[in-house]
């Protein structure tokens, strides 16, 4: 696939994605859903060209689990960091508000540090395996397993860290609030930080998680290896 396909589907679908995000404050409860579906659908878009990443943490796992190389890795990061700008301004100009991203109320950091960690290392995990496993190859639930693992996120770990697990999320509300309502940056480390590091553990444990099925399926040792052409008899001497 041509890479320049395959930023144009990540931009598209990191927009569409955003703007979601931006615009789903207001409807309260709901909010986690409505992001939850709309990555689903995103990535039942994007997910046979670019693979559907629309977050550098999960780009970043993928590239550490070499499915990619640093071309692609750095170009992701740029489009998604674009596509971030563009839907929280989007949101700003079609809703008069401003995005901003913050911890909840009266949190510790190393709270809501640790939550962007471990639902990032859950998201990250799911992401590999279920699009970038050998084993689930073809599967068509993809798209419905990351859309969950993303609203549960929310929807639980929200409150506590204000619930991006992407760091250009971080990135494009923390400019968003900073451009049009005179917002800081002081929290927008938190959402780098946490969401790196939940994709490095994430990436650890899919390799842990593939050996583990190598070994288990490789055959015993001293044993031919399925599909192995029979062994020649030796001649015996006269």
């Known amino acids: 696939?041509?890479?320049?396909?395959?930023?144009?589907?990540?931009?598209v679908g990191t927009f569409v994605f955003f703007t979601v995000i931006a615009l789903a404050?207001?409807?309260?409860?709901?909010?986690?859903?409505?992001?939850g579906f709309m990555l689903m659908a995103m990535v039942y878009m994007g997910g046979h060209i670019s693979g559907a990443h629309y977050n550098p943490a999960?780009?970043?796992?993928?590239?550490l689990r070499r499915k990619i190389g640093v071309t692609e890795l750095l170009g992701y990061w740029a489009v998604q960091l674009v596509a971030a700008?563009?839907?929280?301004?989007?949101?700003?100009?079609?809703?008069?508000?401003?995005?901003?991203?913050?911890?909840?109320?009266?949190?510790y950091w190393l709270s809501a540090l640790a939550v962007e960690a471990v639902?990032?290392?859950?998201?990250?995990?799911?992401?590999?395996?279920?699009?970038?496993?050998?084993?689930?190859?073809?599967?068509?639930?993809?798209?419905?397993a990351i859309g969950i693992v993303i609203a549960a996120a929310v929807l639980a770990g929200g409150p506590i860290s204000g619930g991006a697990f992407n760091p250009a999320v971080g990135f494009g509300a923390t400019l968003g609030s900073s451009v049009t309502a005179g917002g800081g940056w002081s929290d927008f480390w938190?959402?780098?930080?946490?969401?790196?590091?939940?994709?490095?553990?994430?990436?650890?444990v899919h390799w842990a998680q593939v050996r583990g099925l190598e070994l288990?399926?490789?055959p015993p040792e001293?044993?031919?290896?399925?599909?192995?052409?029979?062994?020649v008899p030796e001649a015996r001497g006269s």
């Open 1 to 11: 696939m041509v890479l320049g396909t395959k930023l144009l589907t990540e931009l």
């Open 25 to 35: 404050g207001p409807i309260g409860p709901l909010a986690p859903l409505a992001i």
């Open 216 to 218: 288990a399926t490789a």
């Open 190 to 204: 938190l959402y780098l930080v946490g969401p790196i590091l939940g994709a490095a553990l994430g990436a650890a």
């Open 222 to 231: 001293g044993d031919p290896s399925p599909g192995a052409p029979a062994p």
């Open 58 to 63: 999960v780009t970043f796992a993928v590239f």
């Open 85 to 107: 700008a563009l839907a929280f301004t989007f949101g700003y100009l079609v809703s008069g508000k401003s995005g901003g991203i913050h911890p909840g109320a009266h949190v």
């Open 119 to 144: 639902f990032t290392m859950a998201l990250v995990t799911v992401v590999l395996n279920v699009a970038a496993t050998e084993q689930t190859r073809g599967n068509s639930f993809y798209g419905l």
